[in-house]
């Protein structure tokens, strides 16, 4: 069975940013066949089922804090936000149905969706400076761990042993709590690093559970291998990318807020902004890099504009903001096209820019307009769009550059870092050069005050 049949039930976003036909065709390349080809392939069955994993346990962690922040503010968008979890959590369940039956689905969604109880039940007490209350909660989510463990072991047939899983747990919500805490006592710097690893978090507990899942049931995913330097690739990507979307989009919010913490949301999508024009030019040369650097910053400028001209009620300048962006999207297109020597096809790459833009202005408008159902929609959308281009540019850099990539035995033993995994993601230095290429072509950061900062 391919993983597209086996989760289906995931509704993840239809739209495509970088084609992967159009990827894989582009440039003469035909879909690998031999056994070697497979296993330096980016789009194997159990790629995927690693890919959507990935997406929805970290959006997980993204939305589990955003709605955290949003309870204890008492904001108007908390139901909207926290609706967004359980949404999240319906399209987990899904997915662990589609593997372990409608039974295990069920076990499972009551077991995981308690721990979200427990969560909002530590914000209501947190809220009314309810020491006691916010005891209660971190002891019910205690037994969560337990609970969440046994059914991991039981489901994996031991191949996740709960102890290891606990211990992973342990991270996951101590880390949730702590970003939480930290939002609260006004550390936004803290709060956003610690939301950050919990997202990192998640990704590694998706490689864990792929590993398990196609070694339970190889002949489901065609005895494909979740766990290549390939699939690395794109799942560091993959991380990234989606991150990137929820992170940019509330950072946005923050700044039609006003509020406290944007400095320190712009600086959460900033984080490796330091280091993207030199890897560029690490790569592709000094004039690319230079190139790059001028679009990258002109975007930036481009989105402030619309948030400012969104502020101000200026019409006119937000159609401004919008023509600009238009002509952002054809010179970063022809720019990546041009990089990876026409891997990334420059229509295809126009096409999925300008969803992007519209799915992030989309969210933002809505949000300003008090339609929050619409906003937090679109972010989902936005978020679960980026996988494509994880898919597409993963595909392209393999192909780029063969040599870096091989065949690799199936793990004959489970990570051993609790939730997390054990390949060794850094050693391709290109793997954060080009997720730096795609931020760069992709981000949608409300990331200075103005134009000049």
């Known amino acids: 069975m391919k993983l597209n049949k086996v989760l289906l039930a995931l509704p993840l976003s239809l739209s495509l940013l970088v ?3 159009a990827l894989a065709d582009s440039h003469g390349h035909s879909t690998p066949t031999s056994e070697s080809a497979m296993e330096a392939s980016t789009m194997t069955p159990a790629a995927e089922l690693r890919i959507a994993l990935d997406t929805t346990l970290t959006e997980h962690a993204f939305l589990a804090v955003e709605a955290m922040r949003k309870g204890v503010d008492g904001a108007e968008d908390f139901d909207q936000a926290s609706g967004a979890l359980l949404a999240n959590a319906d399209d987990l369940s899904a997915a662990v149905g589609s593997v372990y039956g409608d039974e295990g689905a069920a076990q499972f969604d009551e077991i995981w969706k308690s721990h979200i109880g427990y969560f909002v039940d530590y914000v209501t007490a947190t809220a009314e ?4 209350g916010k005891d209660q909660a ?4 205690e037994e969560y761990k337990v609970e969440q463990s046994k059914f991991f072991d039981t489901a994996t047939g031991g191949l996740l042993p709960a102890a290891a899983v606990q211990e992973g747990l342990d991270v996951h919500v101590d880390q949730l709590i702590m970003a939480f805490d930290a939002y609260v006592a006004g550390d936004f710097e803290q709060a956003y690093s610690l939301e950050r690893e919990s997202i990192q978090h998640m990704s590694m507990f998706a490689e864990s559970l792929s590993i398990a899942i196609t070694t339970q049931f190889p002949e489901k ?5 979740p766990d290549t330097p390939a699939i690395d690739l794109r799942a560091t990507l993959n991380t990234t990318f989606t991150e990137h979307a929820g992170l940019a989009a509330m950072a946005m919010q923050d700044g039609a807020d006003g509020a406290e913490s944007f400095d ?24 690319a890099g230079a190139q790059f650097e001028e679009t990258w910053k002109s975007h930036i400028g481009y989105f402030v504009d619309y948030v400012v001209a969104t502020g101000e009620e200026n019409a006119e300048g937000q159609e401004q903001a919008r023509a600009e962006l238009d002509q952002y999207i054809l010179d970063q297109a022809a720019f990546l096209d041009s990089a990876t020597e026409g891997r990334v096809p420059a229509d295809a790459l126009e096409e999925g820019l300008t969803a992007h833009v519209e799915q992030l202005l989309t969210a933002f408008d809505s949000y300003v307009a008090g339609d929050y159902e619409t906003a937090y929609s679109s972010i989902r959308e936005a978020y679960a769009h980026m996988q494509m281009p994880a898919a597409g540019l993963s595909a392209a850099i393999v192909d780029q ?5 091989g065949a690799t035995e199936m793990p004959s033993e489970m990570p051993k870092t ?3 995994g054990t390949a060794d993601t850094g050693s391709f230095p290109f793997m954060w050069v080009l997720a730096g290429l795609m931020l760069a072509a992709l981000t949608t950061v409300v990331a200075v005050r103005t134009r000049k900062q």
């Open 129 to 132: 400076d309810n020491q006691e």
């Open 138 to 141: 971190l002891a019910e989510l």
């Open 418 to 420: 609790g939730m997390g």
């Open 221 to 225: 995913f065609e005895n494909t291998n």
């Open 401 to 405: 550059f063969p040599e870096e990539f």
């Open 264 to 287: 320190q949301a712009s600086a959460a999508l900033l984080a490796n902004a330091d280091d993207l024009s030199a890897a560029v030019g690490s790569v592709y040369g000094e004039e």
């Open 19 to 21: 084609p992967t036909a």
